[in-house]
């Protein structure tokens, strides 16, 4: 009698326990996959589209024999399957990716990263700016064709940012704006990679939603956009329509060498002190187009009525 209590006690336990390892092993998949979102940023069902102009997925990782699909420039992919194989001296994380149903594969972590993007407008965008290559490129054609253009400008007479500006504070906002925003992101290059890591693979406009640091970027990108708008707008009031046009151009230009200057010389810790001696000089010549007073005598602007600082004639 003893021994069928003891029979059905166990019967009644038995799906206790099963109930019980189940969750457990649901919980273990969990922890490792958020695990493995915290360190690479993706897991699957993740969507990446190709950058480059094709990449090799293979059937089967586990075998000598390769069997290969050819994916290209703008195909759609999604993450399937992520697996460790310890045995791999080059990249123990593959990936398997999907196209469509019969297009399938397999590939090294470390070759998918170099062939996709992932499927955000704004993380191509990250991509695009982030090449090494193209950022050099970019810095000597804009300095060469800034410093050519600034100086036609220049012996024409023309209206140019900081040197021949028109009393409107924008247009100086503007560019410091620039430059700050180039120094904040060398300086996550520099310091919080991976949290700029993390912001690529999922990027938002909310400055909110994002640690402090990019979240102070993100706010810089707003106040540039808003900013630029509201130039342009005043620009477009005080000059006629040509004298407007060639000096937000010369203003583009600007803007342009000091996203190149500060992104790059940042990274070297330069940066900061060239911001500091950018804002002194950008503050002051500022502070020189929007005095309201021209000395009588010589023609230049003065801060007060009374002496003139560059004459000495006193005007009341």
Same mark, same amino acid.
Request: with cysteine.
């Given at each position: 009698m003893y021994a069928m209590m003891r029979i059905k006690s166990l019967r009644l336990l038995l799906p206790v326990v099963l109930v019980l390892m189940a969750m457990i092993s649901l919980t273990s998949c969990y922890k490792q996959e958020m695990g493995f979102?915290?360190? $690479? $940023?993706?897991? %699957?069902?993740?969507?990446?589209?190709?950058?480059?102009?094709s990449m090799i997925i293979i059937e089967n990782p586990d075998t000598s024999i390769y069997d290969?699909? !050819?994916?290209?420039?703008g195909d759609q992919l999604v993450v399937a399957e992520i697996k #460790? !194989?310890?045995?791999?001296?080059?990249?123990? &994380?593959?990936?398997?990716?999907?196209?469509? %149903? =019969?297009? %399938?594969?397999?590939t090294r972590e470390c070759d998918l990263m170099k062939c996709v993007a992932p499927d955000d407008p704004i993380s191509q965008f990250i991509d695009l700016f982030s090449d090494n290559h193209l950022l050099l490129f970019l810095a000597l054609v804009v300095i060469v064709s800034a410093t050519y253009g600034l100086r036609r400008l220049y012996r024409r007479d023309a209206f140019i940012v900081h040197f021949h500006d028109i009393s409107s504070m924008l247009p100086t906002l503007l560019a410091l704006l620039v430059a700050t925003s180039a120094t904040v992101y060398a300086t996550i290059q520099n310091f919080a990679p991976e949290s700029w890591? $993390?912001?690529? /693979? $999922?990027? #938002?406009?909310? +400055? /909110?939603?994002?640690?402090?640091? !990019?979240?102070? /970027?993100?706010? @810089? &990108?707003?106040? =540039? !956009?808003?900013?630029?708008?509201?130039?342009?707008?005043?620009? *477009?009031?005080? @000059?006629? /329509?040509?004298?407007?046009? @060639?000096? @937000?151009?010369? *203003?583009?230009?600007v803007c342009a060498v000091d996203y190149v200057v500060f992104s790059i010389f940042t990274?070297?810790?330069?940066?900061?002190v060239l911001l500091a001696a950018y804002v002194g000089f950008a503050v002051r010549r500022l502070s020189l187009v929007l005095t309201r007073y021209v000395c009588g005598n010589c023609g230049?602007?003065? +801060?007060?009525?009374?002496?003139?600082?560059h004459c000495g004639a006193v005007n009341e």
């Open positions: 979102t915290a360190t $690479h $940023h993706y897991n %699957q069902n993740y969507n990446f589209v190709v950058k480059t102009d290969s699909t !050819i994916v290209y420039r #460790t !194989i310890p045995g791999d001296t080059i990249d123990s &994380v593959w990936v398997k990716l999907a196209r469509d %149903q =019969m297009s %399938q594969g397999w890591r $993390h912001y690529y /693979f $999922h990027p #938002t406009l909310n +400055p /909110f939603a994002v640690t402090p640091v !990019i979240g102070l /970027f993100v706010s @810089l &990108v707003w106040a =540039m !956009i808003i900013t630029g708008i509201a130039a342009v707008e005043d620009v *477009l009031r005080r @000059l006629p /329509f040509g004298s407007a046009v @060639l000096y @937000l151009l010369g *203003l583009a230009a990274l070297y810790y330069i940066g900061y230049k602007r003065i +801060p007060k009525l009374g002496k003139c600082p």
